[in-house]
């Protein structure tokens, strides 16, 4: 059980000392490895805050511009450290501002814990200022939340906390605390949480499962990997890799599965789903053996479900049973952790290699790259491209960088093109489809991989959407690099507009201010390109800035991103234009 | 699989304050109606029991039925037909006592159907009715012509036919 981060030596239980709800939480923090925190301090959090202050050299508090910058900051840490995230506001709308980023944690998996203050419990229920019923508000879109209305309660309930966050398949924990249990002290030891009587993170291995599928992907003919991040939570990088090299098998990924290995790895076939590559899309639909790994199905994956993989008999490696013939039948499922079923997985595979089946995925890129990708990454018109500014920051960081993108055409240029040499480098909001996401999320990332770059791509208006974190970024001087693609559109609406609405372009165009000046408001080194010949200089200079670095780019006002599989189209009839 | 039926869902759980809506979110969120909803203690100490009916493919009762499972504190839910539990519901009615020596009929009615009289005063009785939906459908009828004062019924309570096997559930939790 590689995955249960918990370590035995690590529950040992702390000597027993009286002190008071809040300092309490501090200690729960320190002992779950907790450095970092993002937050927003108000009246009924103020007493947390004030044992923040006194703890300041042992906890990073980050002050965001707004709670929803919070969860965000917590989401882009937690994603590329692979630890629990850690978000902190006050009552009422401290805490309905987090709502936004705990949604988007549960759908992407992201391991979270959110911590809320609450009135004192005498006055629960009595429209007090500053009340809300934020556990009924969250219910629906968290893992796991809690009350604590007595100090006492606080060592098991945030034990427990980081316990349900991490493990298995992740997701956020929203901890509500009412003022007077942060005021009351008590007998504080604190003990990790192990086991919830109730609750199964991962799902026994069954070795017949895994012969199954073995015994299916060695007598398949022309077999593909669809895999997504559920190879990256497992942390199960190293066994997709070999099992992906001894099967011979063409490889392809949902948008949160990139980076799980590399992307010039030969086997790798790119991307699938709605603008994903034409060849993993078009050959869904005639492999025989679809092998799927740690991914969902999602439906801008699957296109139309009638339609998807009929031919093939399918594969379903999965933790979460409930997402085992959800939207695709399975003919085998393997349950598990990644990490466990892969590893029993590759002793059966067959060493393979399908050079026929590969040369298909070969052709139907040079298909798409005559098409689309030549024009996107050196384009010969005179108007920039978002793809040949990803092109350009992928030869100056050389692959290294952590890519944290918005949501728009820019987030669907970014996952295409973006170079990955190390895993969970690609941090952006998947299933919910959060805008303004990237600028918060970028801070966290930073902050959770400090020794590596960190380059957020957003569009004009996601970024508006957060915009007010730069002050979070001007204070705190994390170095990341901010790139806004500005074509002064919401361009994905616009594209779906001009495709589907007949080109009316109802509330989408933008009149924006001047992004560099406002950057430079924020005393953050910024410089605006709208000349090819200024491209390159201007990400080297970005990347190579010590502090944070603003850099916006004026691009093509009314290009498209492409291929695209229009909503409720089958994946085989990706459009190419 | 893709007729609709009516299946009783019994979901075992942890007692805790907020599960109720955190179970009735699922339904909810899909627009799916509760026909009724009981909650109560079970056999084992500390687990708490949902009983609820609703109407919906089984293809989708399978889906929800994973939903279910994948809460934190629930430990397990199932969901069966009808032939595969025994179940009821109750019911009370309060009726005027003076029906009760003017009308011959009623006790005629009360006597047939099976109904039991929980307690009567110069005011009113109080009637008590367990069995199936029919049953308290026409009792419910009958008793109409005379006029109720007051009447509820309870949601459906079940037991299944198989074994439950709760307890090796919870051994198996804690391993």
């Known amino acids: 059980m590689d995955t249960q981060t918990i370590k035995l030596q690590d529950t040992a239980v702390e000597a027993t000392q009286r002190i008071t709800g809040k300092e309490a939480i501090i200690k729960c923090l320190l002992a779950e490895g907790v450095d970092t925190l993002y937050g927003y301090p108000g009246g009924a959090i103020m007493p947390v805050y004030d044992e923040l202050y006194k703890y300041q050299d042992q906890l990073h508090h980050v002050l965001t511009r707004h709670e929803q910058g919070a969860t965000h900051a917590a989401q882009g840490y937690a994603r590329v ?49 500053q009340e809300t019923d934020i556990i009924g508000i969250s219910t629906p879109v968290t893992k796991w939340n809690y009350q604590i209305t007595k100090a006492s309660e606080i060592p098991e309930v945030m034990a427990k906390a980081f316990y349900i966050a991490r493990s298995g398949r992740p ?121 799927a790994i740690g991914m969902r199905f999602d439906d801008r994956v699957t296109g139309n479900l009638a339609t998807y993989a009929k031919q093939a008999k399918v594969i379903h490696f999965e933790i979460d049973p409930a997402e085992v013939n959800k939207n695709v039948n399975a003919d085998i499922a393997v349950l598990g952790d990644s990490k466990e079923t892969l590893a029993a997985l590759l002793p059966l595979l067959e060493q393979k290699e399908y050079p026929e089946w590969h040369n298909r995925f070969k052709e139907m890129y040079k298909i798409e790259y005559d098409k689309i990708i030549k024009n996107d990454l050196k384009p010969e018109k005179e108007g920039l491209t978002m793809g040949e500014v990803l092109e350009g920051i992928n030869t100056v960081s050389k692959g290294e960088a952590v890519i944290v993108s918005d949501v728009g055409q820019h987030q669907m240029i970014a996952c295409r093109y973006a170079k990955f040499n190390k ?53 705190t001087k994390v170095p990341v690099k901010i790139v806004v693609l500005n074509n002064d559109f919401l361009g994905m609406v616009r594209q779906w507009q001009q495709l589907f609405f007949d080109r009316r372009y109802a509330s989408t165009e933008l009149i924006n201010p001047d992004f560099v000046a406002i950057a430079k408001g924020y005393y953050i080194d910024a410089q605006r390109v709208t000349k090819r010949e200024e491209l390159t200089g201007a990400i080297e200079e970005m990347i190579a800035a010590e502090g944070p670095y603003f850099l916006e780019v004026k691009v093509e006002k009314e290009d498209n991103v492409f291929p695209m599989i229009p909503t409720g189209a089958s994946v085989s009839d990706i459009r190419l234009e | 699989m893709s007729e609709i039926k009516t299946y009783t869902v019994s979901i075992y759980t942890e ?42 493919t089984e293809e989708r009762m399978k889906k929800i039925i994973g939903q279910l499972e994948k809460q934190v504190e629930v430990i397990k839910a199932f969901y069966h037909t009808d032939e595969e539990t025994i179940f009821l519901e109750t019911c009370l009615f309060k009726i005027k006592s003076d029906l009760l020596f003017e009308e011959r009929q009623i006790q005629n009615i009360i006597k047939e159907s099976n109904a039991r009289i929980v307690t009567v005063n110069k005011e009113f009785f109080v009637l008590e009715k367990a069995g199936r939906r ?42």
């Open chain 1, 171 to 291: 997701g956020p924990v929203l901890i509500d605390i009412t003022k007077d249990a942060q005021f009351e002290e008590f007998d504080f030891a604190y003990k990790k949480c192990t086991a919830v009587r109730s609750y199964k993170p991962v799902p026994k291995l069954n070795p017949e499962s895994v012969q199954a599928a073995a015994a299916m992907i060695n007598a398949a003919k022309r077999p593909m990997i669809v895999w997504g991040q559920g190879v990256i939570l497992g942390k199960a990088e190293e066994e997709f890799k070999a099992v992906v090299e001894k099967s011979g098998i063409p490889a392809a990924w949902t948008i949160l599965g990139v980076s799980a290995i590399p992307t010039e790895h030969p086997l790798n076939v790119g991307m699938v789903g709605m603008h994903g590559n034409y060849g993993p899309n078009m050959l869904t639909n005639e492999c025989d053996v679809l092998i």
């Open chain 2, 15 to 56: 007692n805790n304050i907020g599960l109720l809506n955190r179970i009735s979110a699922i339904f909810q969120r899909r627009k799916i109606n509760i026909e009724s909803l009981n909650t109560s203690i079970s056999e084992i100490e500390g687990v708490s029991r949902f009983t609820i009916v609703i109407n919906l």
């Open chain 1, 81 to 129: 450290s692979g630890k629990v995230g850690v978000a902190i506001a006050t009552s009422g709308p401290g805490a309905t501002n987090l709502i936004t980023g705990i949604a988007d944690a549960q759908i992407d998996s992201t391991p979270m814990v959110c911590i809320t203050g609450q009135v004192a419990s005498h006055l629960l229920g009595s429209d007090a200022f």
């Open chain 1, 423 to 475: 895993s969970k480098s690609n941090v952006t909001s998947g299933g919910l489809g959060t805008m303004g996401f990237a600028l918060p999320a970028a801070i966290g990332a930073k902050m959770g991989a400090p020794e590596r770059p960190v380059v957020a791509i957003i569009g004009d208006g996601g970024y508006q959407m957060t915009i007010q974190e730069l002050g979070t970024i001007f204070q």
């Open chain 2, 134 to 175: 029919s049953e308290i459908e026409l009792l419910y009828r009958e008793l109409s012509a005379f006029g109720i004062m007051q009447f509820v019924r309870s949601g459906r309570i079940a037991v299944t036919k198989d074994e439950m096997k709760i307890s090796t559930l919870l051994k198996e939790f804690a391993e």
